[in-house]
């Protein structure tokens, strides 16, 4: 016999040493050696992801649907494969920014935003709600069961059961006071629950247990093994069809989408986030449960399909619900020990799962709902409280006790129209949409809030459209006419079949057009919308997170004063005395900051303590709660333009570097190019020389070893003599010339010159040089004297240069010159044209330049000193005028200046060189 | 962090795997009523694939933890 009253002792007892377990974790952790810091506990605290609807419900999917529940356990185990790239990166970020809840993270990474996480909270909470109720059902159908024992009828839900009747009823009381007691126990608020998370632990022991041990009699002690099984429901028309997924067309686009949903709910499930990511104690964990919860998985999920067959074989059509199986089988089979095992695995799962749950919802509700508003009502002056734990803990067992008795009136009126496993994926649905905007949000820094809202406002809407108000409408909240013909007969706005779409399951259709929805607007959002200042800095935070740890100091856009002890009593009230101590001393020894200092202008210290307070109260209600201490001056203009400035000056310094290097860079290359132009000066020079003092010293040798010579021969060689002798006092000359030129110590003299004069002076200083070459020379001249300011010598010297220039490049006999004046109003041109062999194009560029040499293809080696063309054009630009030349290799040269009649000023006698 | 990001590399590629092996078109492939040593041969398939999976996991986690430096607060 199993009298009610040993099932209510037995459980009693069960929860009592939950409760010892729970307080025995607090403790250890408090004294800092904590119990649950290892891999293995992590990996079962992740399994509150199974609750009674895996329990019993696996059961039921398996008898009427086949393989499709394993969908279930298939998505966590694809989703933890990914554990490294996306699950590692969410519990960094959740550490560094101090984050209590999924409402939370997606608020903060959207640059703290109050909206974001209020709307996310209501989602959950509407999306959480019946699966509550799932449990509350599973509960109170099993007590019912075993309060039955051992007798089995099906049990029969009578319509209109008054709620004072209801067990339901009291068993969602009783969580609720479960909830309260082992969620909101401390008076300290914080976000991370440790014993709870041992209790936990336990529980999944237990429901595993248990399930195994039931799985092990029915199929070794009732049956004979799996093979028996196999071949009896090979046998059976009905099992047989239970074996495969059914063959149409939406078979495997639900299996899929299934999938989909449950990779997405083991992290989206604020229970999931709640344990795997807030309570995590240690980042490397995940290396070992990654691999240690799907193993888990795969081990509560091996005896479903035989429990199943084997239900469905000895009960056949007695009405007994396949959800029950695993409590009714040892049941039937008189098993006293099996059944209470089996009542209590399944109220583990249930309460493991509404704990868990309600707490993480109801810190939700509270950081990111009731305090934000309460703390932007001036009136209640919150902010100025003494006693803020107090009202913070009243609000989260307010939060859970309307969580719960939200979900007892789910069940009470719409939770007969889905079946368990149903109402399980509905949720799943709903936090579904949670996934666009935290998955990409960690990757995309574009990402914005206003896309993130869109894309979680249209998500919601449909899946509320499509899943939520149909349930309603089943259970009679609304007509029944809405489902069939859609709103006011519109056949295309069916919740079953929007737009027509009529090729999916209900879920498999509300989970394509809430995310196609979701994405869409997400970044469509995204693009078109421009982020804040505050959440280009979360947004870089968060995406680039492994980047900043260790310097973390995102309030480089922060500018503001705050007293030290306001911000110490305000963290007091939150934290308690002790903690607030102990962090603050940390900081301060860490970065050396004075904490006597009454005033503080440390960004850093006041993010610290922001962060601080954010794992009490969550990230936005924590932003408001230092705005109103800290004297935040708004980021002016000013403060923008500094940053940017800032940036601005280093970018533009590094181009200056740049550029001057390059101009030493170009600097060094011309002294080198210069030095080596000297050296080559040198040499030639010194060898221009040498050529007329060999012939001298030679000829004279001659005259005297041999006085015998002819006089005529004698007159020769002097004569030769004479004309190398001047050849070098020209050469000289010029050096000299141009070395003065170069130290800028030449004189000018500046006179009124006639440029008739100057051309008549040098045509008749170079004749002899014509004359020798056989060379005809021309002078064209105006018939008036055209005068300028000007060195009368320096332009006869340019004049000489030019002409023996030509000289040299001209053919003996052959050649001819042609030295031209013209004068209009402007000034007056000069030009000496010859017939010689003309400069090539390159040679055009350089012939200006001082040491610059055209080669003389017929003597090959240079025919001058380099000299004669620098000099003449530094004469001419001194008169302001400019030397240039045209000309074609063959065809001879013309080199021709301008000189403008107001040139030099008079008085212009200077020693400044051109 | 080379350790890390080459487990993290091949993890995606396992994901992938799973992704493929768990959907339409080789699930259609095992989709026969029909006993593998007295398992339906769906089943079979499934959990082998599935324990193939956590079994690779396992191997890429602890060839990591391998490589890197031992844990601290293990």
Not at chain 1, 34 to 45: H, K, R
Not at chain 1, 308 to 319: C, E, N
Not at chain 1, 862 to 878: E, F, K, N, Q, V
Request: glycine residues 8%; neutral net charge.
């Amino acid at each position: 016999m199993l009298a009610t009253e040993t099932v209510i002792f037995v459980s009693l007892c069960y929860i009592g040493a939950l409760f010892a377990i729970a307080y025995y974790g607090d403790k250890r952790a408090d004294s800092g050696s904590s119990i649950i810091s290892n891999p293995y506990i992590y990996a079962l605290s992740l399994a509150v992801y199974c609750t009674a609807w895996t329990f019993y419900g696996s059961v039921g999917r398996a008898a009427s649907a086949g393989p499709a529940f394993l969908t279930i356990y298939l998505g966590p185990t694809l989703m933890a494969t990914l554990g490294w790239l996306i699950l590692k990166k969410v519990v960094r970020i959740s550490k560094v920014h101090r984050i209590t809840s999924i409402a939370d993270f997606i608020g903060s990474r959207y640059g703290k935003s109050m909206t974001l996480g209020g709307v996310v909270t209501v989602i959950a909470v509407l999306g959480i709600i019946p699966y509550i109720s799932l449990q509350l059902k599973a509960i109170s159908s099993s007590f019912l069961l075993i309060h039955q024992y051992p007798s089995l009828e099906p049990l029969s839900y009578p319509a209109g059961i008054g709620i004072w009747s209801d067990t339901t009823f009291y068993v969602a009381l009783l969580l609720a006071v479960f909830a309260t007691l082992f969620g909101t126990r401390n008076l300290e608020a914080t976000e991370r629950h440790e014993g709870l998370v041992a209790a936990i632990a336990l529980e999944s022991m237990v429901k595993l247990v248990a399930f195994l041990a039931v799985g092990i009699f029915v199929t070794f002690f009732i049956c004979d093994g799996l093979a028996d099984l196999g071949e009896r429901a090979m046998a059976s028309v009905e099992l047989r069809q239970l074996l495969t997924l059914p063959e149409n067309t939406g078979a495997y686009s639900s299996w899929a989408a299934h999938i989909f949903l449950s990779m997405m709910a083991i992290v989206f499930l604020p229970r999931q986030f709640q344990v795997m990511v807030v309570e995590n104690v240690n980042e490397t964990h995940l290396n070992k449960a990654i691999w240690l919860f799907p193993l888990y998985l795969v081990a509560i999920n091996l005896f479903v399909l035989p429990v199943a067959f084997a239900g469905m074989l000895s009960f056949g059509h007695s009405g007994l619900d396949a959800d029950m199986f695993l409590l009714t089988l040892p049941m039937a089979n008189k098993q006293v020990f099996l059944t209470l095992l089996v009542f209590i695995g399944g109220m583990s799962a249930a309460t493991g799962m509404v704990i868990v749950e309600t707490v993480a919802l109801s810190t939700m509700i509270c950081n990111d709902l009731v305090m934000p508003l309460l703390l932007h009502m001036p009136s209640l002056k919150l902010a100025q409280r003494s006693d803020l734990s107090g009202i913070l803990l009243t609000i989260r067992r307010m939060g859970i006790i309307f969580v719960l008795l939200m979900g007892y009136a789910y069940f009470h009126y719409a939770g007969e129209y889905y079946t368990l496993v149903s109402i399980g994926l509905v949720s799943f649905a709903a936090v579904a949409q949670f996934a666009p905007s935290l998955l990409i949000g960690i990757f995309w820094k574009r990402g914005t809030r206003t896309g993130a809202l869109l894309g979680l406002l249209a998500g919601f809407s449909i899946w509320f459209y499509t899943l939520f108000l149909p349930s309603l409408a089943g259970a009679g909240l609304i007509p029944q006419d809405f489902l069939e013909h859609g709103p006011f007969g519109i056949a295309l706005l069916k919740p079953f079949e929007l737009f027509g779409l009529d090729v999916f399951d209900h879920i498999t259709h509300a989970v394509f057009w809430s995310m196609l929805a979701n994405v869409s607007f997400y970044l469509a959002g995204s693009l078109f919308s421009r982020p804040s200042a505050l959440e280009h800095t979360q947004a870089a935070m968060f995406v680039d997170v492994y980047r900043y740890v260790g310097r973390v100091h995102d309030s480089s856009l922060w500018r503001g004063t705050a007293y030290l002890p306001d911000l110490v009593s305000m963290l007091e009230r939150f934290l308690g005395k002790e903690r607030t101590e102990a962090a603050l001393d940390n900081y301060a020894m860490a970065y050396g900051i004075n904490r006597d200092q009454s005033l503080t202008r440390d960004p850093g210290l006041v993010n610290h303590i922001e962060k601080l307070l954010a794992g009490a109260i969550g990230a936005a209600s924590a932003r408001v709660m230092v705005a109103s201490v800290v004297k935040e001056e708004p980021l002016g203009i000013d403060e923008v333009m500094d940053i940017l400035n800032e940036t601005r000056q280093a970018i533009i310094y590094s181009h200056e570097l740049e550029r001057a290097t390059a101009e030493l860079r170009a600097a060094n290359q011309r002294l080198q190019e210069l030095d080596r132009l000297k050296d080559e000066f040198i040499s030639t020079v010194s060898h221009e020389l040498r050529t007329p003092l060999t012939a001298i010293r030679s000829l004279a040798e001659i005259l005297h070893d041999y006085p015998e010579t002819t006089p005529e021969r004698q007159q020769e060689f002097a004569g030769i003599i004479i004309r190398e002798t001047r050849r070098l006092t020209r050469l000289i000359t010029q050096v000299l010339d141009f070395q003065k030129m170069e130290m800028g110590r030449l004189r000018w003299t500046i006179a009124s010159v006639d440029l008739k004069e100057v051309l008549e002076e040098a045509v008749s200083a170079t004749g002899q040089l014509v004359a020798e070459k056989n060379i005809r020379m021309r002078l064209h001249l105006p018939d008036a004297p055209q005068r300028i300011y000007g060195d009368r010598d320096q332009l006869i010297q340019a004049m000489v240069n030019l002409i023996s220039n030509a000289v040299k490049f001209c053919q003996p006999e052959t050649g001819r010159i042609d030295v031209r004046l013209a004068a209009d109003e402007k000034g007056a041109t000069v030009s000496v044209a010859d017939n010689g062999i003309g400069i090539s194009e390159a040679d055009q560029r350089h012939i200006f330049d001082r040491f610059h040499q055209v080669m003389d293809p017929a003597r090959g080696r240079p025919a001058g000193t380099g000299l004669g063309l620098s000099i003449t054009r530094r004469i001419i630009r001194h008169h302001k005028g400019e030397l240039t030349v045209k000309s074609q290799l063959g065809k001879g040269a013309t080199f021709s200046f301008f000189l403008p009649w107001k040139g030099l000023p008079a008085s212009a006698t200077d020693e400044t060189s051109g | 962090m080379t350790g890390d990001k080459l487990a993290a590399g091949r993890l995606i590629g396992l994901f992938l795997l799973g992704v493929l092996l768990f959907n339409f078109p080789l699930l259609y492939l095992f989709n026969r009523p029909a006993l593998y040593l007295g398992i339906p041969v769906l089943y079979f398939y499934l959990f082998a694939v599935w324990l193939m999976i956590i079994f690779f996991m396992l191997l890429i986690s602890r060839y990591k933890s391998d490589k890197s430096l031992p844990d601290k607060n293990e």
